[in-house]
């Protein structure tokens, strides 16, 4: 939908300001409404729920847009990196789960529900569609 050039530009903006082992930030950190920590009173809570947490499931679109971006080869290497950082998430809160979301600052701690199903099934979606088998036309831009 954008130029190569700006598409690259954005994904590096989402990796520079977005970006964590967990999966990508609903706002940047230089923001001044940002958060880091999904804690407090229910009410601080609701507030930073969209505008600040990590979600998970934003991982498989981020891969998508690597993959059509850079290509198969540079776009599932990207990919198996980021999959790599769930590894040891998966014995962390719910064997085997991927949580709902995770603190924007570091560690990332798990919040939210232990075991999220589209935070599982795009991890599972981006596997299968842009690594396992990638589409024929962005196999063909490797």
Known sequence: ???????????????????????LRTLSPSDPNYIGRYEGAPGVRDAAYHQRTVWPWLM????TASVKTLGAKAGRKLALTCLENFQQHLHEACLGQVSEIFDGDTPHAPRGC??????????????????????SEFARAA
């Open 60 to 63: 498989g679109p981020y891969i």
């Open 114 to 135: 232990v075991a999220q199903a589209w935070s599982v099934a795009e991890l599972l979606r981006a596997i299968v569609e842009d690594i396992e088998q990638p589409h």
């Open 1 to 23: 939908m954008v130029a190569k050039d700006q598409a690259v530009s954005i994904l590096n903006v989402v990796e520079r300001e977005l970006l964590t082992p967990r999966g």
